[in-house]
């Protein structure tokens, strides 16, 4: 039995589609008594528990043999923390994995994860990682670089509202985009034993502008346009919310990030790793999700 932690987000929910695929028993960790309620009556098996709460973790891992980890206290409607799910979360995960007597975990970080980067997030999962790497499992640490559907739905969502997709800063600079299908797929093959104690960068083949992100978007909704937020105001925005909501704080941040950092990767290299796994091109998996 695998304990799939997150399985309720934009990722686990493809992971859960992709374990069901692949015959592996699974069941979801998640707070939420609706969704586990849902999960069930589409026959799946769910626990309902925080991972914040160690007690909850055991009675979530018993008779567990491995974890898939893809929790996050970081988006808007977590009502969490980085600190209090990023790292605590997974730290109390590996710790009940260790008491359970389970043998596999699979933790999603990101890439970039370490002590001192700018992004709290990216040292809570840093964090987490060497707990990992310190325990007695056998681990694999997937570091997805962007995922595509989580931006394609923040787009997506403003340009069906509003008609307009919002990007942030001037939208020139690269990003990688990886879809939730292909890390779904390198979790599946680390289950199975593959990249075992190994922490891999996983991103997409395409490094595509947050303009040409939106132009695709508004190309397959079939009207709308762009808007930029400039760099300068996001940043202004951010370091206000700060001050009144740590949440949007956050969020605004990441955005910033996103906007002036360096986010392209080359993921090509990697793909030797993973043998015959999926590598989707965004316009690919845009279509397979509309
Ligand atoms: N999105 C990206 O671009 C990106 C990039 C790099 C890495 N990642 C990593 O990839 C993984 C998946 O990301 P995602 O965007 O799919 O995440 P997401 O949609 O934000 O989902 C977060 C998940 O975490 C669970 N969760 C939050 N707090 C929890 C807690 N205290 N106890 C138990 N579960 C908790 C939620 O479950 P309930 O609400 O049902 O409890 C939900 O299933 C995460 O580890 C993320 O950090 C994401």
């Known amino acids: 039995m695998i304990l799939l932690a997150g399985g309720t987000g934009t ?14 028993p699974f069941r979801v960790l998640t707070r939420d008594s609706r969704r586990a309620a849902e ?55 590996v710790t009940a994995a260790e008491r359970a007597g389970a043998r596999r975990f699979v933790l999603f970080s990101m890439r970039g994860a370490s002590a001192s980067h700018p992004m709290e997030l990216a040292r809570m999962k840093f964090a987490a990682e060497q707990r990992l790497f310190r325990s007695t499992l056998a681990w694999t640490v997937l570091r997805p670089t ?14 069906r509202r509003g008609g307009v997709a919002v990007v942030f800063g001037r939208g020139d600079r690269p990003v990688n985009f990886v879809a939730a299908r292909d890390l779904a797929a390198a979790a599946v093959f680390a289950l199975d034993d593959g990249l075992k104690g190994q922490a891999v960068d996983l991103g997409g083949p395409d490094n595509l502008t947050l303009n040409g992100l939106a132009a695709l978007l508004v190309e397959r909704n079939g009207s709308g346009r762009t808007a930029h937020v400039p760099l300068p105001v996001l940043r202004t ?22 906007a002036a950092a360096d986010m392209s990767f080359d993921a090509a290299p990697g793909r030797a790793k993973l043998p015959g796994l999926p590598f989707t091109h965004v ?5 397979a999700a509309a």
């Open 39 to 93: 999960l069930r009556q589409a026959g799946l098996e769910a626990v309902i528990g925080d991972a914040g709460n160690p007690a909850d973790l055991t009675r979530a891992l018993s008779g567990c043999t491995a974890v898939v980890s893809a929790i996050s206290g970081f988006g808007p409607q977590s009502g969490s923390t980085p600190a209090a799910v990023d790292r605590d979360g997974n730290i109390n995960l």
């Open 11 to 24: 990722l686990g929910t493809v992971l859960a589609e992709h374990l069901q695929d692949a015959g592996l």
């Open 283 to 287: 316009q690919t998996a845009l279509a």
């Open 237 to 258: 925005a951010a370091a206000g919310a700060r001050l009144f909501s740590p949440r949007w704080g956050r969020v605004l941040g990441g955005a910033v990030h996103l």
């Open 146 to 159: 962007t995922i595509l559907e989580t931006y394609a739905a923040i787009m997506g969502e403003s340009l």
